[in-house]
């Protein structure tokens, strides 16, 4: 039977998602976790997403093939599994689906969210979950920059070379930035991007996030965001930002919904 899993990880310690050579990532931990419970010698799980080192996920939704006949929802299994996944991966639960159901290739809508402080901030700081700028950003104009992200383009310009992908088409639906806490008026607080779409390539989310915050600086005009998607040139867009105050935020499927919040 096809289960989907729902859960949530802390990134700094591994090195993405997706399983690597030489490399502890969250895919393996959790493949291992399941192989040790149910004892054979490998448990396939198949993730939403890829998502880079050092990168978090509020929510991650996976699949996997496991017999029909456990009891999912038991307390027992649940604490098994996290135990065996360490402090900084959290398992939810596991709700069945479809055979045929699959969390990569059937979900409709991905959003991430990165987080950004523009002052001292002990607590937006801790646990390295938020970016400090060290610098004024313009989150009006950073936000009249991604009104020109928004729709179905060619992110070439925004994502990893040499990726296995056969499309650098996606379909962006929100980029915009909001604010968490401050004073009205200021630029300074704690400040969220968030951003929508049906799918993202290899580092496009960062790549974007260290675009906009170009702007912001004023080292570039909203209206450059135009030329960059037209370009297809990754060198023609911001540096990648870094990945621990990434998180991947939601995930949504046409059939199956999330019940915790």
């Not at 290739?105 to 060290?134: C, Q």
């Not at 729709?151 to 088409?169: A, E, P, Q």
């Not at 370009?231 to 046409?254: C, H, I, Q």
């Amino acid at each position: 039977m096809r289960w989907f899993i729902d859960l949530s990880y802390l990134g700094g310690a591994y090195h993405g998602w997706q399983v690597q050579p030489g490399a502890i990532t969250v895919q393996e931990v959790l493949e291992r976790a399941l192989s040790t419970l149910f004892r054979c010698d490998k448990v396939a799980v198949t993730g939403a997403g890829r998502t880079d080192a050092g990168v978090n996920a509020r929510r991650m939704i996976a699949h996997v093939d496991l017999p029909d006949d456990f009891d999912a929802a038991s307390r027992r299994f649940l604490k098994a599994v996290n135990s065996l996944c360490g402090r900084d991966i959290a398992v939810y639960s596991f709700t069945p689906v479809a055979p045929d159901a699959h969390a990569r290739f059937d979900a409709t809508e991905r959003t991430y969210r990165y987080f950004v402080h523009t002052a001292k901030n002990p607590f937006a700081e801790l646990g390295g979950l938020s970016w400090r700028a060290p610098f004024t950003l313009d989150f009006e104009a950073m936000n009249r920059a991604g009104d020109f992200l928004l729709g179905i383009r060619d992110f070439t310009s925004f994502s990893k070379l040499h990726t296995d992908v056969k499309t650098n088409i996606c379909d962006l639906r929100k980029a915009r930035w909001e604010r968490l806490s401050g004073r009205e008026g200021d630029n300074e607080g704690r400040w969220y991007f968030e951003i929508t779409a049906d799918r993202f390539l290899r580092n496009m989310v960062r790549a974007v996030v260290g675009t906009l915050v170009d702007v912001g600086r004023g080292k570039m005009q909203p209206e450059d965001i135009i030329k960059i998607l037209e370009a297809k040139n990754r060198s023609f867009a911001g540096t990648s930002m870094p990945g621990e105050a990434l998180f991947l935020w939601d995930v949504k499927y046409p059939y199956y919904t999330v019940s915790r919040e």
